[in-house]
Structure formats: C-alpha cells, structure tokens
Antibody, heavy 121, light 111 residues
Framework: EVQLVQSGAAVKKPGESLQISCKGS????????IGWVRQMPGKGMEWMGI????????TYSPSLPGQVTISADKSISTAFLRWSSLKPSDTAVYYC??????????????WGTGTTVTVSS | QSLLTQSPSVSGAPGQRVTISCTGS?????????VQWYQQFPGTAPRLLIY???NRPSGVPDRFSGSNSGTSASLAISGLQAEDEADYYC???????????FGTGTKVTVL
C-alpha cells in the first residue's frame, strides 16, 4: 500500500526553527515528485512547492519566496519542510502528497497524514 | 486570493444529483490546463476524486464525475449519500501566476 506518513504536531514560538518530515512507503520514493500543501485554520489549500527526490530538484510557489526550504533524502524515503524563523502566520496544517502527471498538469494522488504546526508566543 | 472560485455550499437530499462549479479564467481552466477534484472530511487529509478533468482513480465510485466547459469545471455527484458530506476542492495550473492553484472549496451537505 502506498503511504505517506508525516511527523507529529509541533508547537513553536515565533522566531524558532522547525523541520517536519514525510516518509513514503509502498512505492519507489525517489522517482515520484512530492508536493507540499498548506491549509490555514478554517481555510482552503495553498500549493507550496515540489521536490523530485532522485535529484532533489525543487520548485517553490512564487507566493512563498524564501519562507521555507523543501528537501529530501531518498536513502530514507523522506521529504522535509523546514522553516528557519517561524511566524504566527505559519500556523496551519501541512500536507505532503505524491505528485503525478506532467509539468503544468500535476495532481496529487496520495496524501500524507498531515502535520499541525502552531506558532504562538 | 484564489483564482478558482467555488460556491461556498451545496446541499441535496439522499439520492439526488448535485453539481459543484469551479469558475476560473483564460489563464487557467480556459487555457486548457487540467482540473482535479479533491474530497476532504473534517480533520482528515484530502483525497483525490477526479484527475485530468474526467478521470477517476481506482476506488472512487462512478457516482462522481467531472467535466469542463470554457473557463469553468464541474464536479457532479449522483445518487447523493450521507457519506458524501464533505468539503470539495478543485485544482489547476495558472500560467499568469506560474503556480498551481486550488479552488475556494465547497461544503456539501446531505439533507
């Protein structure tokens, strides 16, 4: 069974750093792109970026310049989302998902379990 | 601000057919970029329902169907069931933003 299991909820203070993870299983993790999606409380979803684990090639959403870093370690079938300095506005649920389709026609066919990030002083 | 607009809510009685619309523009749906649909229950991860406008992944009932026309797309649910009560989101690509975009979401209520 194809699965993406994400790390647990995190509660942080503004200015702190954080890295959350997304571990894939049941398929060849290196050869499928992984996308990250943000869902703020009570809101819709926003595309954050995509990484190709095999070569770590990454594309970020133009709406999130420099706010997060997406990485992956194919040897442990895991993708990461990292913040160097969190803001209260980063409070959200973050989902990873497997990306299918061709460029400009990407879709998300298997979703991770979600990680709730709360940033509050 | 999403470039794909959905009606906030739709409701129907069990067994009825409901349609959810996703209104875009000439820079996304109207430009021919594929539309996907996702279903999300409260507190859970979204699930892919329709990809590439009309295709259902295995395991998705054929009660769910997708279609496009001009700058809009639609998701139809026929034979509405209580278990269909959820939020539904469309998704596509927008070339003016050079980004993938989600719709504003529609809550389906089964009366």
């Amino acid at each position: 069974e194809v699965q993406l299991v994400q790390s647990g909820a995190a509660v942080k203070k503004p200015g702190e750093s954080l890295q959350i993870s997304c571990k894939g299983s049941g398929y060849s993790f290196a050869y499928y792109r992984i996308g990250w999606v943000r869902q703020m409380p009570g809101k819709g979803m926003e595309w954050m970026g995509i990484i190709y684990p095999d070569d770590s090639g990454t594309t970020y959403s133009p709406s999130l310049p420099g706010q997060v870093t997406i990485s992956a370690d194919k040897s442990i079938s895991t993708a990461f989302l990292r913040w160097s300095s969190l803001k209260p506005s980063d409070t959200a649920v973050y989902y990873c998902a497997r990306v299918r389709g061709d460029r400009f026609y990407y879709y998300l066919d298997v979703w991770g379990t979600g990680t709730t990030v709360t940033v509050s002083s | 601000q999403s470039l794909l607009t959905q009606s906030p809510s739709v409701s129907g009685a069990p067994g009825q057919r409901v349609t959810i619309s996703c209104t875009g523009s000439s820079s996304n749906i109207g430009a021919g970029y594929d539309v996907q649909w996702y279903q999300q229950f409260p507190g859970t991860a979204p699930r892919l329902l329709i990809y590439a406008n009309t295709n259902r992944p295995s395991g998705v009932p054929d009660r769910f169907s997708g279609s496009n026309s001009g700058t809009s797309a639609s998701l139809a649910i026929s034979g509405l069931q209580a278990e269909d009560e959820a939020d539904y989101y469309c998704q596509s690509f927008d070339y003016s933003l050079r980004d993938y975009v989600f719709g504003t979401g529609t809550k389906v209520t089964v009366l």
